[in-house]
């Protein structure tokens, strides 16, 4: 227990700061400076509040579970794209929107879109399914920190207590310290897992005998040298990933966060580093995860996932879907930067470490702020309750708010079938990259309508309800080395139309998230071309040569 004893007292240390902001705050029932710190946030807390609110147990947990199965390949999917499009995105998009925000009062995205295109309940529409995407990423919040507690602790802490913990801490200092205390929380974990990931990559190393020496060992084995190569993932999945990254300029909290500086210069920071803090994170994360395969590590754990994965390979296809699951969630990699830090960490080290992971994990409380934030604005102020009762009762409808959207993603986090790495990639970040072209369109391009945005938002909508219905009835199939194990439901002149695959689905070989941009932004063009513009005035206010 003493590891997560540490923990304990990290998140205790958490919740004094969230606090902490809300005694300094000023105003505090004003509803800019609860939501968006009266968009005063200073250079170093703006960039590392930023990168910290994107890099949750999915960075952590997810990757280096992924790389368990898959192999060093994960590094390129994700971290590679995500260093160029993510900077290039904050660069070209948040510029703008703070800009705008800070002209005409925005606090969120829907607030500039009912502006920007004329209409009103189609922003609603727009919210809600925002706010239906974005709960994916709370609930990969709470699960990575019950699979986290649970693991450190030796079992000692249930996993449905741990997340109920990191539920409630989150939900406490984001209720109590708002945007402030979000951002200033944020800065203080994504200092703690930068710093993490380079002291975990070497205590590990040094224990394991030295990465050289586990690498060459790796590559002697016939069933684990792919995972040092991209064989495992297919052309057209490893391309698919290149759309991924659009997903986190869309998401809401991110452009809220672009809402907070101080400063426009402050995003020339913020690009610069970006990728650096991206390598700094992903590279340990990914290597200590591919690493977890060697045959000499001595982990009771570890070596059950791998016994789980070979069976699954070599007999998954004559099972039974509910036993290929069962073996699926035994198989499962999230919690393998815990066990080694379990088995290679001293005792008080690995508690540290072990709290530089809850960090990010824990980052799921600009997600519950962001929801908040969209409630009060786009809803309870939009249809009249601010004029009503008040901007302290819109505060408090937003305090309440948080209090039910965590409760509500906390109980279906104990449900949750998928990995962390799936539940982001399938849900999460394929829906809001599919809402990307709403954000291009609404800032670079006049032509654009209400109408379009509408279409956009209903395929977003019906494509991601579309890809959990279809996943959820009919079961993955084991991967099955040297064959290909898809179940193709649809098929046109030799191309695999639609299948179901190990990881989700595959379109044309391609992940679900390139239809869903392509068809967007095709969407996007032919509706508004064929739909009246908003007026002239409208357009003049944003494209009519301001600076």
């Given at each position: ?30 509803a800019?400076?609860y ?20 890099m ?12 368990f ?83 450190i602790?030796?079992?000692?802490v ?7 913990i990191?539920?409630?801490?989150v939900?406490s ?31 590990i ?39 991924i ?20 210069t ?27 395969n ?71 409380d ?50 949750a079938?998928e ?45 991601v ?17 040297g ?65």
């Amino acid at each position: 227990m003493i590891p997560a004893i540490v923990v304990f007292l990290y998140l205790a240390a958490v919740l004094y700061i969230g606090i902490f902001a809300f005694r300094r705050a000023k105003g505090k029932e004003e509803a800019e400076d609860y939501f968006l710190a009266s968009r005063s946030l200073g250079p170093f807390v703006f960039l590392f509040s930023l990168f910290g609110t994107n890099m949750t147990a999915f960075a952590i947990l997810g990757s280096s579970g992924h790389a368990f199965n898959n192999g060093i390949v994960t590094f390129g999917l994700m971290a590679s794209s995500s260093g160029l499009v993510i900077p290039l995105t904050i660069f070209l998009i948040g510029t703008r929107v703070w800009a705008l925000g800070k002209r005409y009062g925005f606090m969120t995205p829907v607030q500039m879109f009912r502006d920007r295109w004329e209409c009103s309940h189609i922003g609603t529409a727009i919210f809600t399914v925002q706010a239906a995407m974005l709960v994916p990423y709370i609930i990969i919040g709470i699960m990575g920190g019950g699979t986290t507690l649970y693991t450190i602790s030796g079992g000692v802490v249930p996993f449905w207590f741990g997340g109920a913990i990191v539920a409630m801490v989150v939900m406490s200092y984001v209720f109590f310290g708002g945007m402030r205390g979000t951002a200033w929380v944020n800065t203080f974990q994504t200092v703690l897992f930068l710093c993490f990931g380079a002291i975990a990559l070497v205590v590990i190393g040094y224990g394991m005998g030295g990465f050289r020496t586990a690498a060459q060992a790796m590559q002697g084995v016939p069933a684990l040298a792919p995972l040092l190569t991209r064989e495992r993932i297919s052309p057209y999945y490893f391309f698919s990933y290149t759309f991924i990254p659009l997903s986190a300029i869309a998401f809401p909290h991110i452009l809220i966060f672009c809402l907070t500086a101080r400063k426009i210069t402050q995003f020339k920071k913020t690009v610069i580093f970006y990728p650096i803090c991206i390598l700094a994170i992903w590279l340990p994360c990914v290597f200590l995860g591919v690493m977890a395969n060697n045959r000499a590590t001595d982990i009771p754990q570890i070596r059950e996932k791998q016994e789980a994965r070979r069976v699954l390979a070599t007999q998954g296809r004559t099972m039974e879907p509910e036993q290929r699951d069962q073996l699926r969630e035994k198989a499962a990699g999230d919690d393998v930067i815990m066990l080694l830090l379990q088995r290679y960490a001293p005792l008080w080290l690995a508690g540290l470490l072990g709290a530089g992971i809850m960090a990010a994990v824990m980052a799921s409380d600009s997600q519950i702020l962001a929801l908040s934030t969209m409630f009060t604005e786009d809803v309870f102020a939009f249809y009249g309750g601010k004029t009503r009762f008040g901007e302290s009762v819109q505060v408090q409808t937003g305090r309440i708010f948080i209090i039910l959207i965590t409760l509500f993603a906390y109980v279906v986090a104990l449900q949750a079938p998928e990995t962390i790495f799936e539940l982001a990639i399938q849900y999460a970040f394929s829906g809001f990259a599919s809402l990307s072209p709403l954000l291009i369109a609404a800032l670079f391009w006049r032509g654009s309508t209400k109408w379009g945005a509408l279409a956009v938002t209903l395929w977003t909508a019906a494509a991601v309800v579309a890809v959990a219905l279809f996943q959820s009835t009919v079961p993955a199939p084991a991967p099955t080395p040297g064959a290909n194990p898809n179940i193709i439901f649809a098929s046109l002149g030799g191309w695999e139309v639609l299948s179901r695959t190990p990881g989700g689905t595959a379109i044309f070989g391609f992940m679900p998230v390139v239809p869903m941009v392509l068809v967007s932004a095709l969407l996007m063009i032919v509706v508004s071309m064929a739909t009246k513009k908003p007026a002239d005035s409208t357009i003049a206010k944003y494209f009519g040569g301001a600076n």
